[in-house]
């Protein structure tokens, strides 16, 4: 089963979110309006929240976790993703703030307590380090993740673009074969 709770905390969906069969959503974690968690993927918000906007997926085998809170650090490291993010496979977000409009390539890790602004598109197979802020409307790629450059007006127009295009498939998902 895709959805079971942590203690007394269940996953709360919005009627037009996805979560594919394969997938393992567990504890607080709260899924937007047409968004989607696909095949094999993993949100534990089982020791703090994670909260994921609308129109925003997150791709196969991606890993979504959070930090506990504690006397050093009382909100602990939430896992915040904006509305329209594209997560790639097998990323690994873990107690981070992603923002709106954002792109995570495939295979990369953003850790605690970065924060990504709005409009930026993170390469395949970087690394952010915790506590690094990404600033709006850049390119970061690497190991560690650096500023490569300014996006351009057709990929910050792809940023969007992506995470439609994950909405219509969630819809002919939702459908199903017999309903199309």
């Given amino acids: 089963?895709?959805?079971s709770n942590y203690l007394d905390a269940f996953p709360a969906l919005d009627e037009r979110a996805y979560v594919h069969p394969s997938?393992?959503?567990?504890?607080?974690?709260?899924?937007?309006?047409?968004?989607?968690?696909?095949?094999?993927?993993?949100l534990r918000g089982d020791v703090n929240d994670i909260v994921i906007g609308r129109c925003?997926?997150?791709q196969d085998f991606a890993m979504g976790h959070v930090s506990h809170r504690s006397t050093m650090k009382p909100d602990g490291s939430p896992l915040v993703i904006g509305d329209y993010v594209t997560v790639g496979h097998s990323v690994i977000l873990h107690?981070?703030?992603?923002?709106?409009?954002?792109?995570?390539?495939?295979?990369?890790?953003?850790m605690d307590d970065v924060v990504v602004q709005d409009r930026v598109m993170i390469g395949a197979g970087s690394?952010?380090?915790?506590?690094?802020?990404?600033?709006?409307?850049?390119?970061?790629?690497?190991?560690?993740?650096?500023?490569?450059?300014?996006?351009t007006e057709a990929e910050i127009a792809y940023l969007r673009y992506?995470?439609?295009h994950y909405v219509r498939v969630k819809d002919n998902y939702l459908k199903g074969p017999d309903r199309a």
């Fill in 1 to 3: 089963m895709p959805l």
């Fill in 23 to 42: 997938a393992q959503v567990i504890g607080n974690v709260r899924l937007g309006a047409d968004s989607s968690v696909w095949c094999n993927t993993v």
């Fill in 56 to 58: 925003s997926n997150v």
């Fill in 95 to 110: 107690g981070c703030r992603i923002g709106n409009e954002c792109l995570i390539g495939m295979g990369s890790i953003v």
């Fill in 127 to 151: 690394l952010v380090a915790p506590n690094k802020i990404l600033e709006s409307g850049f390119l970061y790629i690497g190991r560690p993740a650096v500023k490569v450059r300014a996006l």
């Fill in 162 to 164: 992506s995470a439609e």
